[in-house]
């Protein structure tokens, strides 16, 4: 069965990132206010970006690791950059053992 990974940026421009194996619905639901708790409080949303998987497990994975990503990295992912992805994670790295 295939899946999606999704981002969802809300009224408050805070990142909401989920999976589903219907895509059209859960925006649906969310837009409806009958998504997650955390959406339902930031209505509007917008969905700002989606992978496909073959798979909803593999987009299941991917959900949890992109949610584990601070904004700087959903915003190179949702902006087309995934070649600063790699230098965000350093940097990252880099601050935490620095500080």
Not at 13 to 21: A, H, L, R
């Amino acid at each position: 069965m295939k899946g999606w990974i999704y981002i969802l940026e809300c009224a408050d421009k805070s990142y909401y990132t989920g999976s589903t194996n219907n895509l059209k619905l859960r925006l649906q639901q969310h837009e409806n206010g009958a998504g997650a708790n955390y959406t339902k409080k930031r209505l509007p949303v917008v969905l700002v970006y989606y992978e496909e998987y073959a798979r909803i497990d593999d987009a299941f994975y991917r959900e949890k690791q992109v949610q584990g990503w601070n904004r700087q990295k959903k915003e190179a992912l949702i902006s087309g950059r995934p070649d600063l992805l790699p230098e965000l994670a350093v940097s990252y790295g880099k601050r935490k053992c620095d500080g």
